[in-house]
C-alpha cells in the first residue's frame, strides 16, 4: 500500500484536494476532521482532561467551545502543549487504526492529510508527500473569509509552522494552488498516476 502524505499552510486548499481525492475512491485520513470529531462528542475522559488542564470555562453540558479553547490557549502556552500533546497521541490511535484497516482492505494508496506534517516530524510513515504550497496574501485573505478566524490566530498558527521554502525542499512533490482549481487537479491526478506507474515498474523488475 501506497502511503502519501498530504500537507500545506492554514488555507493552503487542503479541503477541497481531499474532496477531490476521496471522489476518487482513495481513504484519506483527516487530521482536522478527527480532531473535530473528538470535541463533537467528547468522552468522559476527554472532558476529565480538558478541566484538570484549565479549560473548564470552555465547556458547557458537556458541550466544548474551541473558540474559548483558542482564546484560553492563545494567552497560554502551558496548555497548549499540554492540549496538543493529548490530541496528538489521540490522532496517532486513530491514524494506526485507519492505516491497519486499509491494509486489511488491500488499499492500493491512501492519504494521510497532516497539517504539522514536516513539523512534527511525521513524514516517515509516508512513501511520498504532497506540499499544497500558496502565497501568504492569498492565504491569508482565504482564512480571514472563515467564520471564527481572526488575525490573531492565522498569526498563531502560521508561526508554528515552518516556512514555505523549508518544506517545499522536504517535499516530493509541490502544487501551487494559487492558480485554479481544474489545473491543481490535473496536477495532483497526474502525480497519483506517476507514482502508481513507478510502483508497477518496481513490482515488474521483482518478477523478473
Known amino acids: 500500500m501506497i502511503v502519501v502524505g498530504l500537507t500545506g499552510g492554514i488555507a493552503s486548499g487542503k479541503s477541497t484536494i481531499i474532496k477531490l481525492i476521496r471522489k476518487k475512491n482513495i481513504p484519506v485520513h483527516d487530521s482536522d476532521l478527527c480532531v473535530k470529531r473528538i470535541y463533537q462528542k467528547p468522552s468522559d475522559s476527554l472532558l476529565f482532561f480538558l478541566k484538570k488542564i484549565g479549560l473548564k470555562r470552555a465547556i458547557k453540558r458537556r458541550k466544548i467551545d474551541r473558540k474559548k479553547i483558542s482564546n484560553i490557549v492563545f494567552k497560554n ?9 493529548h490530541m496528538h497521541m489521540k490522532i496517532e490511535v486513530s491514524r494506526n487504526r485507519f492505516l491497519k484497516k486499509q491494509r486489511k482492505q488491500r488499499k492500493k494508496m491512501v492519504f494521510l492529510d ?5 513539523e ?3 513524514d516517515y510513515l509516508c512513501d511520498y508527500t504532497f506540499l499544497l504550497f500558496c502565497p501568504i496574501k ?3 485573505k482565504r482564512a480571514l ?3 471564527g478566524m481572526n488575525i ?8 508554528i509552522q515552518l516556512p514555505d521554502k523549508t518544506k517545499i525542499k522536504k517535499a516530493n512533490y509541490v502544487f501551487n494552488t494559487s492558480k485554479s482549481i481544474t489545473r491543481t487537479k490535473i496536477d495532483i ?6 507514482i502508481n506507474k513507478k510502483r508497477l515498474h518496481e513490482r ?4 523478473h
Open 152 to 159: 490573531k490566530n492565522f498569526e498563531r498558527i502560521t508561526k
Open 204 to 207: 515488474n523488475n521483482i518478477r
Open 138 to 140: 492569498i492565504r491569508k
Open 120 to 122: 512534527k516530524k511525521l
Open 77 to 85: 502556552k502551558t496548555i497548549l502543549y499540554k492540549l496538543e500533546q
Open 189 to 194: 491526478f497526474e502525480a497519483i498516476k506517476k
Open 145 to 147: 473569509s472563515r467564520r
Open 114 to 118: 497532516i497539517p504539522l506534517l514536516f
